[in-house]
């Protein structure tokens, strides 16, 4: 049998703290999808996604000797990837968050409208907001950041964070209910 197939998670990662390269490329074939997953949500593009993947990965070998083992490395390796794509945006997001908070807009909502769209078609729509915005979602609402350490880490106020958070979410109803009409 292969040996990707017979050695675990945790004995990988054991031998990656020791330096072995042949253990680096395991896990680095082992979690390539997971981390390419993660960073597509935050990238533009399937390139862009790719460098944040293979930056992530240098970071995580460079410094796996301070992974914490009493937690779980999927999660590690997620917050590695995620920091790593904002830092790689985070030039571009300063430029765009220069919007006046005033031109926020009322939300509304169209709930059905999403039961017609498979995950593709909402990633694809997702694809279609700011960039700003795509970064707020994801942070928020998939990976779990508040509003306070968004605010942080993108250098904005979290009222902003807000603002950006209620912008995307308005323009993906909106978005969506075009494309449920055109799926309808």
């Not at 082992?30 to 993947?53: H, I, K, P, T």
């Not at 490395?73 to 904002?86: D, E, H, P, Q, S």
Request: overall charge neutral; aromatic content about 8%; hydrophobic content about 35%.
């Amino acid at each position: 049998m292969h040996l990707l197939h017979r050695i675990t998670e945790e004995e990988i990662v054991s031998k990656c703290k020791s330096g072995s390269i042949k253990h680096q490329e395991l896990l680095y074939k082992q979690f390539y999808g997971y981390a390419m997953g993660v960073s597509m949500r935050y990238s533009l593009n399937e390139d862009d996604a790719l460098e944040v993947v293979n930056d992530a990965f240098i970071k995580i070998f460079n410094n796996i000797k301070t992974y914490n083992t009493d937690k779980p490395f999927r999660a590690w390796l997620r917050t590695i990837v995620v920091n790593t794509a904002i830092d790689r945006r985070r030039k571009e997001l300063k430029h765009q968050a220069n919007t006046d908070i005033d031109e926020a807009y009322d939300v509304g909502s169209n709930a059905s409208a999403i039961e017609n769209l498979n995950a593709q078609d909402i990633l694809k729509l997702m694809k279609q907001l700011p960039q700003i915005q795509l970064t707020i979602f994801n942070m928020y609402e998939i990976d779990g950041y508040n509003h306070d350490e968004i605010g942080q880490i993108l250098n904005l106020p979290a009222s902003s964070s807000r603002v950006y958070l209620s912008r995307a979410k308005e323009k993906l109803r909106h978005l969506i209910t075009i494309e449920s009409r055109n799926h309808g």
